[in-house]
């Protein structure tokens, strides 16, 4: 046993001794150097440093990009005629895109202020949340399916999900996008599988996961056209119980504008039925219409966050309707006394008028002037 530690040891310090060495000897790494004066290649020649060591040669500054050893770097820097020596350091783009929607409902006029929705429980019903998404940040969830992977809510087979997570709650940092509320703490409930497609009996259970879940929020971007008295039991329960319960109008609409066709669950009186505009506040032609109509969000080229670090501009009411729990969460989390049907009734009272109530309801929602009121 001792004999065999002794081996070991040697074997682990003569490793040590080699990476040591060939570190001290032939490792390059990149470097900016700069004279002071005039450029002389004829000092670099010197210092052994090759032609093919050196990948640029400024024209407008005495700068050189090379790769040398850390000796030779030594070696440079205390040469009289060199003025600077600096290893190359990685950069990289840093940059946030705030989709227009964001504008468009006023997050952006109470976002310097610090109100982000902080801490708001969001369900968002749908196709599971990509959890993985550097853009999000997901706090639980369920999923109402049993066999793999649609079982588990944090898998997203189709991308509609982490799209709606997205324009909810996409993180404030310096890439991606930002959502209404980045603040707001996300739970994925995955009621519909890969397809898209989904049942009555999967949004009642997902609804009931809410309830039992503490949930503020229920963000339902789905719907089918069935009406049902258990779906709209299962509705005024969670409003009974304080939820704000959000849902897209459905994409049913047509060109003109005419006829009723909300879909279920949002046509119930329980539940907000969201139309969708595109960014010059205009009615998308297949908007549902009809006196449900409630409230209206953008839903036309919605920028947001897509499965596996992607992002992509989806159209639906189903973007529209996340726009509008995401400012719940900001109103909500500004005033956290409201009842969610004193909240309702604020986002109702402060939404920008657009015109013909059966296609935009009371009109554009408003973060900051809700949150004002
Ligand atoms: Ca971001
Ligand atoms: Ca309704």
New binding site residues.
Partial sequence: MKKFLVAFLTVAILFALQTTVSADSSNKDDYLIMFDGPAEKGILKAFDIDEEDIHFESEILPVYHLELTEKQAKLVENHPQIKYVEEDAEAEAHYQTTPYGIDLVQASDVHPYGYYGQGIRVAVLDTGIDSSHEDLHVYGGHSVFSTWPESDPYYDGNGHGTHVAGTVAALNNSYGVIGVAPEAHLFAVKVLDSNGGGSYSGIAEGIEWSIVNDMDIINMSLGGSTDSSILEAYSDYAYNQGILVIAAAGNSGNAWGSGDNVGYP????S???VAAVDQNENRASFSSTGP?V?ISAPGVDVLSTYPNNNYTSLNGTSMASPHVAGVAALVWHYKPYYSNVQLRSVLNQTAKPLGNSDHYGNGLVQAYDAMVH
């Fill in positions: 949002a046509k119930y009186d539940v907000m039925a449900a409630e």
